[in-house]
């Protein structure tokens, strides 16, 4: 809410230019009279385009794929384990997980997928991570270990940890099951001496009679303990029965001139909670990856390897394991390619959309794909159940095709044909590249071509708040790592006074009331320009360039002030009976105002009121310094109500008391890390060996 910033704004920001706009000008300047003349009267067939396109000499001639990626590195590997091992005998744990994990990305994976090595990496991050008590994450290295070839011969030590770190999750019989192979594994120990092969085997005897002479409910795994922490996501009361992740509050309606909007179906408050969705597509920023999870978002502090590239990194392996049997094979090899053609973030989604599907998928699914239905998902003509995961309605979200002119179109055509050599290169599709594109790839091209026109529009940002320390709000600051599409929450349409605030939890979105809201009113989000941050031609301006609308909300309309603008010469105050409102001078010698229902406004009462929100705001802020943010934010939620009864924005008090509740909500729930003394992230070809006494 505070950034005031838009999508676009932002990823223009951070991109550098790469060389596919130099392949474009170049193809548009060599592909001569007639081809251009025909791509009007392609224009409107995506599928001739895209074949089109892909046959078009110059542009095939001029397109090279090659493979181009961050690759292992044993000698590095192997200097980071030497430094990690010195680092852990010396009792440093947090240096020799952060060397470890240098050398564990740094590694290389053989062919088979085995490597020694990796795995006695692995093995050996289990031990500090256990030490260190973070058992799901050393049962994660301790699984991967086995996978990728741990020795026989030193198994007994690994199973003998995973039972350990069984037992703490209350896993009993999964760790009886461990301690029985711990102790098989043993006879294997050929280099272990006798004496201590005598003591190991005593100590799993005694552990195992435990599980022979315990009752049967202490040997049993308990149900109700995660091994793996979840998503701190809140509930919905009442979920909508037609759009599972929203609220029964939730309604959509659509107009012509305004698309799909929001509308309460009933009164809501502030702090409600409308939306928590899952995204049907993310992607991580390239400048995040060794810091965040690629998968899922979260950040890292032992990250899993993919077995071919150092950047891409997962919190756990089942976000490994997600990933590397869907999309990353098709990706891991084209990484560096990518950044240096300058591809946007919408274009990963784009390649993503694809990637996280198999061919068959699409092949058996293609009639989703067939008929764009820009009023999908408005309630009186929604009889399905409009599901966030399904590719329809993320299909279905507007597109404005008919509005393009026709280089855009081309532009994206040829960006589509350029992907789709990519997923040819990568052996996405069974046969060979041919000279024309085939029947599956002109598939493939038309939907991914599509979805590069549905993400201008629908692509949301994913953020995390950065903070400089974790009791303090001071210098803390909301940070684009990825992007996202969520299927229902891009059906809400923008204000630049919004009612809505989101947050991120990994590349989930939740969405709560930052006011109250009428049975009846249209529920707003904003896609960047806040009114109380720019003025009205400015924001205008940005809207119209990124989202091709005008925007007609009530800040607009009304042309309300920035807030270094706001006064409080003239407060609107509320009418108790109707909810409108009627400005007051406070200049004015009139001591009665009256609403224009007729209704007269008590204005000696609403102006105690709010001297009296200004004590309770001081004791809100002093809670928030505090980092007592649950009762900051208690308090603010409740400071708000009495504000939103006695007087209608633009009021400056109403805005400072929204952003801190949505500071407080960040710091509570969302995405978030403590940058202040943070080590550099995970990266291989780093030569900082500073440590931590």
């Not at 046959?55 to 030497?82: M, R, T, V, W």
């Not at 409009?386 to 993320?394: E, F, L, T």
């Not at 009418?575 to 609403?595: E, K, Y």
Request: charged share 25%; net charge negative; with cysteine.
């Amino acid at each position: 809410m505070s950034r005031g910033e838009m999508f676009q704004e932002a990823e223009e920001k951070r991109r550098t230019e790469g060389f596919f706009p130099q392949v474009y000008k170049a193809v548009c300047s060599t592909m001569g009279e007639e081809n251009i003349d025909k791509l009007e009267t392609l224009r409107e067939s995506m599928p001739d385009l895209i074949k089109f396109t892909y046959e078009l000499k110059c542009f095939k001639d001029g397109l090279d794929i090659k493979e181009f990626y961050p690759e292992k590195n044993q000698y590095e590997s192997k200097a980071k384990k030497d430094y990690g091992n010195k680092a852990y005998k010396e009792g440093k744990d947090l240096d020799a997980l952060y060397l470890y994990s240098q050398a564990i990305v740094s590694t290389p994976v053989g062919k088979d997928g085995q490597s020694r090595e990796l795995a006695v990496l692995l093995a050996n991050r289990s031990a500090v991570l256990f030490s260190l008590k973070a058992y799901h994450l050393a049962l994660d290295d301790i699984n991967l270990a086995f996978e990728k070839g741990y020795p026989d011969d030193l198994a007994y030590k690994l199973y003998d940890r995973k039972a350990k770190c069984l037992i703490a999750f209350k896993q009993m019989a999964d760790a009886g099951e461990a301690y029985k192979l711990a102790l098989k594994y043993l006879d294997k120990a050929t280099k272990l001496s006798a004496d201590k092969k005598k003591q190991t085997q005593r100590e799993l005897v005694q552990a195992l009679n435990f599980f022979k002479n315990a009752p049967a409910k202490l040997t049993k795994n308990d149900p109700d303990v995660d091994l793996y922490p979840k998503a701190e996501l809140p509930d919905i009361p009442i979920k909508n029965e037609l759009y599972p992740v929203m609220s029964d509050a939730v309604t959509f309606k659509y107009e012509e001139a305004r698309g799909r909007f929001a509308v309460a179906s009933r009164d809501i408050t502030v702090g409600d909670v409308l939306t928590v969705e899952k995204a049907i597509v993310s992607h991580m920023l390239p400048e995040y990856m060794g810091k965040n999870c690629t998968h899922c978002f979260k950040t890292m502090k032992a990250p899993l390897p993919c077995d071919t590239c150092t950047k891409v990194m997962f919190c756990s392996l089942s976000c490994r394991e997600a990933a590397m049997s869907t999309y990353h094979k098709y990706e891991c090899k084209l990484i560096d390619l990518f950044l240096s053609s300058g591809m946007s973030i919408i274009c990963y989604l784009a390649y993503r959309s694809i990637t996280q599907k198999s061919l068959q998928w699409f092949k058996d699914n293609k009639n989703l794909f067939e008929n764009h239905d820009k009023t999908s998902g408005q309630t009186k003509e929604q009889k399905d159940v409009y599901v966030s995961g399904d590719y329809k309605n993320y299909f279905n979200l507007v597109n404005h095709h008919a509005e393009r002119i026709t280089g855009d179109i081309f532009h994206r055509s040829m960006f589509t044909v350029f992907l789709l050599r990519c997923l040819q290169s990568q052996g996405y599709f069974p046969n060979a590249p041919g000279d024309t594109a085939t029947e599956d790839e002109i598939l493939i091209g038309t939907i991914m071509m599509h979805f590069l026109e549905v993400l201008q529009f629908n692509a949301h940002e994913v953020a995390q708040f950065e903070m400089v320390s974790k009791t303090s709000q001071e210098g803390a600051k909301s940070a684009f790592i990825g992007a996202a599409v969520y299927p229902t929450l891009a059906l809400f349409n923008h204000s630049c006074d919004p009612s809505i605030v989101r947050y991120y939890v990994e590349d989930y979105v939740v969405v709560q009331a930052i006011k109250n809201i009428f049975k009846g009113e249209e529920i707003c989000e904003n896609y960047g320009p806040i009114f109380f941050h720019s003025a009205k031609d400015d924001r205008q301006m940005r809207l119209k360039k990124q989202y091709w609308f005008e925007c007609q909300c009530v800040a607009c309309k009304e042309n309300w002030p920035v807030m270094h603008e706001m006064t409080q010469d003239v407060l609107n105050f509320r009418c108790s009976t109707c909810g409108d409102s009627a400005p007051f001078h406070t200049s004015s010698n009139m001591p009665q105002l009256r609403c224009g229902c007729g209704t007269p406004i008590n204005l000696f009462k609403g102006l105690k009121e709010l001297a009296d929100t200004e004590l309770v705001s001081e004791s809100a802020s002093t809670e928030l310094e505090k980092n007592n943010l649950e009762k900051a934010q208690e308090i603010y939620t409740e400071l708000l109500k009495k504000l939103d009864a006695v007087i209608a924005p633009p009021y400056p008090d109403y805005y400072k008391i929204q952003q801190n509740i949505w500071k407080c909500i960040w710091m509570r729930f969302g995405n978030r890390i403590v940058t202040g003394g943070i080590r550099k992230p995970v990266l291989p070809g780093d030569d900082d060996y500073d440590t931590v006494d």
